[in-house]
């Protein structure tokens, strides 16, 4: 690399324009004019980079062929790029005033949603994707030439598309994952990493992302196919050599538009530094990979080592790419969303966060963390710190737009016209923008191959997984995700939480598809072989694993509400009742045990319904503690259940409910109906009515109520009139 010499620091700060005879005086002309032929060559793209990782790229502009006598101004600038001028150490000299504005562009947590397509579902999903996305960074960067992309991280895992180039048929060396091949074509300037980048070891995560780790277990050789773009995470350090698994921090100099105080316009070089962060607790989640061969630093510590370094080394913007979300209770170094803490580090000019699947800014929102004190909501500042997270699956495109002022040699941020907004891909109409039709193509074939994978059994049943009759009590497609959740809970706790292994684990989970939407909109996975896309049959949305500790009265509660699925019955009535309220099926919780029993009484009111409920034959202590697996909706308020607002939370896992299932399948290879459909919790406490107790579901189904032993239920018609294939049953609550 070029240095600089005293004449140049001299012309910097004596005369900001050199004659064409002076470059040529100046002794390093020589060379710099023999490394650029050298390294580039007379008739190459003068894009690439003078060296391999050079920071410095971004200053040679694309053009078709350079002349074998270069061109002067080009050279030249190469020369101030790399030797430096100005308050930043190579910004040209400017007039106090000028001005440029430009955007901070994020995805975060794409999770290999590369299409708009549910690799589970077989079917299209346009309300995910990179390709959705990539349209709008292609909006934002026509409205703001000026731009830096950037993602947070939680990209290489999280799909079909991402266990197939894992596990299944493993991605070569030479070749490019399917999510950095687009991210690569759309032109990404930098990334961080999150804690899923980790979920297939260090071996993988060192060949996809083209590194050289140096840690204990992988291999040292030639580096393989990654991203273009520069990775950068702080705070994972390796025990072997003591050094950040990944660079920690870098510099990328960026060349921007900007406005002089007469008006006129001129490029100028605008370094932008950026650093990463991942939550330090992937120590735990990942143990079996990472366990004695890289340790954690808290965000903060390695914030107040980094920073002064970047700015000492010309950062004019200091950006903090962290994976996490908002925390403001004590700090400690292994705190997972420890965000609301680092804003607080001086010279950090903006943060793109992650991790946890929102959307802020978003002055609408409930979510605990982004109502806390210091963090505004509606304008996306932490602490005066503009921030944005741009939720997940590319289902949102993050923009800070900045502005930045040139005064005594030195670009500083004008905060109060900074705005800061998370794009969506769904329009005002509900519909959503048009996909990046190049994306598809690109990865067209890794697709159809993850179809075909996705198509192949995982294990077999013996029994038909249904919920046409869940509302009256066949758990046939429940119990598996109750087993699946609290084995996943369990040996979490047997491995980290030793302070709860002696309490019981439970687990709970609804019919989320209960014919709301017809007499399709039902679970049914056919006995024989299970397929991975039958997982998202039986578990529909993409919640995540959460743990809650909660007392046997908390349970009783939890229950009571789940209760509301049902109408109250008057057992005098003569006419026909519907014993089904508009309580959606989703939030019609029910254990699967043989530990646990309750009754439903549907003839008293709402609240005081559940009857008898008992744990191991005696009734429930209220003071009892108990785990209970649920999902991440359910433990953070989501239905308004008593007492789960967050607060109750002890294990907020980063896996979803599906894949545990998935590899909960994956490890039983046959499921049974008696031991993993048939274990019912719970049953109506017996009245005789006078009439009829109704409910709907899909027609020609009865044979699957008695094959569940509900021996109680009867047809009555195959056709209720509604035009949306239901059909109308009875129910006998005396039995």
């Not at 290999?112 to 990539?134: H, M």
């Amino acid at each position: 690399m070029l240095r600089r010499s005293p004449r140049l620091r001299k012309r910097c700060t004596a005369a900001p324009t050199w004659t064409v005879r002076e470059w040529r005086q100046w002794p390093e002309w020589i060379h710099g004019v023999t490394v650029f032929r050298t390294r580039v060559g007379h008739n190459a793209d003068v894009s690439r980079r003078i060296h391999r990782g050079s920071e410095y790229s971004a200053v040679f502009q694309r053009t078709a062929e350079i002349p074998l006598r270069l061109n002067l101004t080009l050279v030249a600038l190469a020369a101030l790029a790399l030797n430096g001028c100005g308050g930043s150490d190579d910004t040209p000299s400017l007039p106090d005033g000028t001005r440029t504005t430009f955007a901070l562009l994020e995805t975060t947590d794409l999770h290999t949603n590369v299409r708009s397509y549910d690799y589970f579902k077989l079917a299209e999903d346009k309300s995910i994707g990179f390709e959705r996305v990539a349209t709008l960074i292609k909006n934002a960067r026509t409205e703001f030439p000026n731009n830096v992309l950037l993602d947070n991280g939680d990209t290489i895992q999280g799909t079909a598309l991402s266990d197939y180039q894992a596990q299944v048929n493993p991605v070569a060396c030479s070749d490019t994952l399917a999510v950095y091949k687009v991210m690569n074509t759309i032109g990404y300037d930098g990334a961080g990493i999150g804690n899923h980048e980790f979920n297939y070891g260090l071996s993988y995560l060192n060949q996809v992302t083209g590194s050289q780790f140096n840690v204990d277990g992988v291999t040292a050789g030639a580096a393989c196919a990654g991203p273009k773009f520069p990775q950068v995470l702080a705070n994972i350090t390796s025990l072997k050599s003591g050094a950040p698994l990944f660079q920690p921090y870098r510099i990328i100099t960026k060349t921007f538009t900007a406005t002089q105080p007469d008006g006129s316009k001129v490029n100028v070089p605008v370094k932008i530094g950026i650093i990463g962060f991942t939550p330090p607790t992937i120590l735990a989640w990942d143990k079996r990979w990472l366990d004695g061969k890289v340790k954690s630093e808290g965000l903060v510590e390695t914030a107040q080592k980094y920073v002064p370094e970047m700015r000492a080394k010309g950062a004019d913007i200091v950006v903090a790419i962290s994976h996490g979300g908002l925390d403001n209770s004590t700090y400690a170094p292994d705190m997972e969303n420890g965000n609301w803490h680092l804003s607080k580090v001086a010279g950090i000019d903006a943060m793109l966060i992650g991790h946890s699947h929102q959307i802020f800014p978003n002055a609408a929102s409930t979510v605990p963390q982004f109502n806390l004190p210091g963090v505004d909501k509606a304008t996306g500042t932490v602490n005066g710190v503009p921030t944005v997270m741009a939720n997940f699956w590319g289902k949102h495109l993050g923009v800070i737009k900045m502005e930045l002022a040139y005064a005594s040699g030195k670009w500083t941020v004008d905060t109060g016209k900074t705005t800061v907004e998370a794009r969506s891909t769904q329009n005002a109409d509900k519909t959503y923008v048009d996909a990046d039709a190049s994306v598809a193509t690109a990865i067209d074939t890794e697709h159809n191959a993850t179809i075909a994978y996705v198509k192949t059994p995982i294990g077999s049943t013996d029994f038909r997984m249904n919920t046409y009759f869940a509302d009256v009590g066949d758990v046939s497609a429940i119990q598996i995700v109750n087993q699946a959740q609290a084995k996943y809970v369990a040996d979490y706790i047997a491995a980290n939480l030793p302070q709860y292994q002696a309490l019981p684990v439970l687990s709970v989970s609804a019919p989320f598809k209960s014919g709301f939407g017809g007499g399709n909109d039902f679970t049914d996975v056919a006995s024989g072989n299970v397929a991975i896309n039958n997982a998202a049959d039986l578990y529909l949305y993409p919640n995540t694993v959460y743990a809650v500790k909660v007392k046997g009265s908390d349970v009783q509660a939890w229950l009571e509400t789940a209760a509301k699925r049902f109408n109250q019955i008057d057992p005098a009535a003569t006419a026909d009742q519907a014993l089904v309220s508009s309580f959606p099926g989703y939030n019609f919780d029910m254990f699967t045990s043989t530990d646990l029993k309750y009754e439903i009484d549907v003839t008293k009111a709402v609240g005081s319904r559940i009857k008898n409920l008992t744990y191991k034959g005696t009734a429930i202590d209220p003071n009892a503690e108990f785990i209970v697996a649920t999902n991440n909706y359910r433990a953070s308020g989501g239905g308004s259940f008593p007492g789960l607002d967050g607060s109750k939370t002890i294990y907020a896992s980063p896996d979803a409910n599906r894949d545990a299932l998935i590899n909960y399948i994956k490890a039983a290879k046959t499921l049974s109906l008696v031991s993993n459909g048939s274990a019912r919790s719970w049953s109506f406490t017996k009245v005789a009515t006078a009439g009829r107790v109704t409910f709907k579901s899909a027609a020609n189904q009865l044979t699957l109520a008695t094959a569940a032993g509900l021996a109680n239920v009867s047809s009555i018609n195959n056709d209720d009139g509604s035009g949306k294939g239901l059909a109308d049953y009875a129910i006998d609550l005396s039995k």
